[in-house]
């Protein structure tokens, strides 16, 4: 198996694994010749699930993929240790990066080139171990399958939901989604000594292009359709707002989960190579399930 | 038993929250609440020795109504007049604002008690003020006498305004914050009022013989330089030479601050008998961070010791509004 890379957005990276660092030690991260997936399950005393997928031209140059697995390679690392060796490359002026064994141990291993002080080029060789998983362990990654959403919505500005959340956490341990197709969106809170809502309108209800179904069809566009998760799940969801998302989507399928799809926007690539149609550099998808109390 | 009714809008809710954050713990103590015509204020008992006032005042509000609900029956009456017979509602509408000039009385208050963090966090939910002690951080010296070292820094980006409902007898604070379009509605539920106040009692009980209103920074400085590890702190006021000290002692040694009647230090000072009493530090730190927003403090002694520190703190442009502290002397 090989895999070797030339890394032309540490940014973007560093800024996707931020995303994801306080959800658990480590992170998954499955290599294929056109997309780069990072994936974050089995988190303890929770079932949130984060997956997320980029395409290889964002992160990579000169990328080269090899594995007897369909070359598909899948890793499990420790995200702040990636994050670590990220941050020290963001002054590079080259990263390269490739899998190799270092003491008989597999290695994520990452080439830094520096300038220092102008002339004198400085190399640094940053080695992080890594487990590679062979086809038993990637079996037990499956990314969950949601039924047809009943309501979906553009999220207000992460960082406004941030305060308010921060807030609504050392009042209640739940958390009640609801929105509608009148692009109203509502965080509710509610205990034996307080309730608290907080009403968003004039938000956007996204086309997705999804096949009309009679679900949504009949449904008035006033009435909402609501979910109730861990205020502590949402609001590791809304740590994501650090990769400063071009657009955030609420997907919510009633007494079963919330999804979240965090897009990715490139500051550095230009805007000729935007894909219009599904505005996508790429996601991070969050799966939070419903709590029913 | 008269019900009464409560309503007031705020257009600007940051002496609100620098008010009952100089007051608040970290502990969740009821704090009293008691809406009368003058205004709000709000009581903390944080032990059996200390007690923590906070005043807003009617005219910080854009809107204040205190009323005494009308009895069900006039309610319903009301209820049913709405339709479109312009008489019989002009009519009922003068009846309805003669009432209110009798039924605002003097008198009319709405008490209760409730946990001032979560009140807190309802109106800072759209962003907090951080009360921080950096020094990094400068105000701007325009010609308030503000030394304080604490400064705030302002988390919301544009103003939140506050819309307070409350009914006595449905036992429920309402508040609706809005800040830039979003809406949030909190419904607080309150507990029965506290009716003790056994430290106000104390300190009204016995005569006044001290008093004196000196500049927060000095007081300030001096309790920055007296160190935790300190079991008690002396307060001597007297007429002769140093008119006011503080001592406090510890393993390390003794620190003695002297302040002289020097008006730029001490504005006021009336002096009836020499008084020298002994606070817990632990006590007096509660009142620290109502002490560094001030500008101006009063000190009042009574006969037994007992001392109020009232602290005048600066909100919006040139507006103030007062925290004070009772402290119970410690038993010598």
């Known amino acids: 198996m090989r895999m070797k890379a030339k890394v032309i957005n540490t940014i973007l990276f560093t800024k996707m694994l931020q995303s994801v660092e306080k959800l658990n030690k480590t992170c998954v991260i499955k290599f294929t010749k056109d997309k780069i997936y990072l994936i974050v399950s089995k988190i303890e005393l929770t079932e949130l699930q984060v997956w997320g997928q980029v395409a290889v031209d964002l992160l990579f140059e000169e990328f080269i993929i090899e594995s007897a697995n369909n070359n598909e390679i899948w890793i499990e690392l420790r995200t702040d240790q990636v994050i670590r060796v990220l941050k020290s490359a963001q002054a590079a002026i080259d990263v390269y990066c490739k899998l190799t064994k270092k003491t008989g141990l597999p290695s994520l291993s990452f080439n830094i080139k520096s300038m220092y002080r102008g002339d004198n080029p400085v190399l640094l060789v940053q080695d ?126 009633e007494n079963f989960a919330v999804v979240f799809y965090v897009y990715v926007k490139n500051e550095t690539m230009s805007y000729m190579d935007y894909d219009q149609e599904t505005r996508q550099f790429g996601a991070l998808t969050y799966y939070i399930p419903a709590i029913i109390t | 038993m008269e019900s009464y009714s409560f309503k007031a809008t705020l257009n600007n809710i940051k002496p609100l929250i620098i008010l009952l954050k100089a007051i608040a713990s970290s502990q969740n103590y009821n704090t009293n609440c008691l809406i009368s015509n003058y205004g709000i204020k709000f009581s903390l008992q944080s032990s059996s020795t200390v007690e923590a006032r906070a005043y807003i005042q009617k005219t910080y509000f854009q809107e204040y109504t205190l009323e005494i609900n009308k009895n069900n029956d006039n ?163 007297s007429n002769e030479i140093p008119y006011f000290e503080i001592t406090a002692t510890n393993v390390s040694g003794t620190i003695k601050i002297e302040y002289s009647k020097n008006p730029e230090v001490i504005e006021t000072f009336n002096c009836k008998a020499t008084s020298i009493f002994s606070y817990n530090y632990s006590l007096i730190t509660s009142m620290f961070k109502a002490l560094a927003l001030s500008t101006k403090t009063q000190i009042k002694t009574n006969s037994k010791g007992v001392i109020q520190f009232q602290f005048m703190i600066p909100t919006i442009d040139t507006s103030v509004c007062f925290v004070d502290y009772i402290i119970i002397p410690s038993i010598e």
């Open chain 2, 75 to 237: 309610q319903e009456i009301i209820s049913q007049t709405q339709e479109p017979n312009d008489n019989v509602n002009i009519k009922e509408n003068s009846e309805f604002s003669n009432n209110e000039i009798n039924n605002s009385n003097k008198n009319s208050e709405i008490i209760f008690s409730l946990n001032i963090n979560t009140l807190l966090d309802c109106l800072t939910i759209f962003g907090g003020f951080q009360l921080s002690n950096t020094n990094s951080i400068k105000n701007s010296r325009n010609d308030k006498s503000s030394n304080s070292d604490i400064n705030i820094i302002d988390n919301s980006k544009s103003r939140t305004t506050l819309r307070m409902e409350c009914n006595s007898s449905n036992k429920r604070l309402d508040l609706l914050l809005e800040d830039n379009g979003v809406i949030t509605v909190c419904k607080l539920n309150t507990f029965e009022f506290n009716e003790t106040s056994e430290i106000e009692e104390m300190f009204k009980q016995f005569p006044l013989i001290n008093h004196l209103i000196l500049n927060s920074k000095w007081l300030n400085d001096a309790f920055s330089t007296i160190d935790s590890s300190c079991d008690e702190i002396t307060l001597r006021i």
């Open chain 1, 128 to 253: 992080i171990p890594i487990r590679v998983l062979n086809l038993y362990h990637i079996n037990e990654y499956k990314e969950p399958m949601v039924p047809q959403p009943h309501v979906h919505i553009l999220m207000p500005p992460l960082v406004s939901v941030r305060t308010i959340i921060d807030r609504m956490k050392s009042m209640s341990n739940y958390l009640t989604i609801s929105a509608n197709f009148n692009g109203e969106f509502i965080l509710k809170i509610e205990t034996e000594a307080v309730s608290v809502e907080t009403y968003f309108k004039d938000l956007i209800s996204p086309d997705l292009n999804q096949v009309n179904n009679s679900s949504q069809q009949d449904k008035p566009k006033n009435q909402f359709s609501e979910c109730q998760i861990s205020i502590i799940d949402f609001e590791k969801f809304v740590h994501s707002y650090v990769i400063n998302p071009s657009s955030v989507i609420c997907s919510i399928i």
